[in-house]
């Protein structure tokens, strides 16, 4: 097996190496003190094609591989390891992508457009009073009623709340519900 990058993904990986050089990492004392905002960030992220980096051209994404991803994430670690997993590699690609894999077509081209544009955010709500890590004992329940999901429960520990109430576009969160006993259905 050949583990070797192609050239563009080591082409792509020094573009992002550069560009966390020049814009993350002059910054990465004042964003870890919440001197610097993301809301700074984000469009830059999203001039660069890293924002959405593996959603559809559809939608205005870079059509990257999930190994395109990984890339980023560990070049953006280099400037700002805090920055680069939670807020690069999982608000920015693995939420969106779940919204490209399971919305509806109308929710994909009314938020997906506006994140690749750095106009939107999208996050995860599953963490519970009770505990995060274990995914399977959520408590929060949806029930079909006259065709709409009726969402009971409670959610805490959600990132991006204030940032998705400042983006132009707002934002939206991915959440896991229980629709029976043993099933998990996820809400978007
Ligand atoms: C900066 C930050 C941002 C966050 N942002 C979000 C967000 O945007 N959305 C969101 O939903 N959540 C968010 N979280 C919550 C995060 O996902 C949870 O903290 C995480 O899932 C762990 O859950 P917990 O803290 O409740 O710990 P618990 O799940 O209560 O676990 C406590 C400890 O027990 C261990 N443990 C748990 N279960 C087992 C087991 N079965 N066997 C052995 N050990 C076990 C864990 O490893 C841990 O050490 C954020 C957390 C932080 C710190």
């Known amino acids: 097996m050949d583990f070797d990058l192609s050239r563009e993904e080591v082409l792509f990986r020094d573009s992002v190496r550069e ?36 959603l559809s051209s559809k939608y205005g994404g870079s059509e990257g591989s999930l190994l395109m991803a990984a890339i980023a994430a560990e070049e953006l670690a280099y400037a700002d390891p805090s920055l680069a997993v939670p807020v690069y590699f999982l608000l920015e690609t693995a939420w969106p992508f779940i919204v490209q894999r399971y919305a509806k077509d109308s929710v994909k081209e009314e938020v997906l457009t506006r994140l690749t544009k750095g106009e939107a955010w999208i996050g995860i709500a599953s963490t519970e009073p009770q505990g995060g890590s274990d995914v399977a004992g959520e408590r ?49």
């Open 140 to 188: 929060t329940e949806a029930k079909l009623v006259n065709g709409r999901w009726l969402i009971t429960g409670e959610k805490n520990m959600v990132t991006g709340v204030s940032i998705a109430l400042r983006l132009p576009y707002g934002g939206g969160f991915v959440t896991i519900t229980r629709t029976g006993p043993l099933r998990l259905s996820i809400g978007l």
């Open 19 to 54: 560009f966390g050089e020049r814009y993350i990492k002059p910054h990465w004392v004042d964003l870890d003190e919440g001197k610097y905002s993301l809301l700074e960030l984000i469009p830059r992220l999203a001039e660069h094609g890293l924002v959405g980096l593996t």
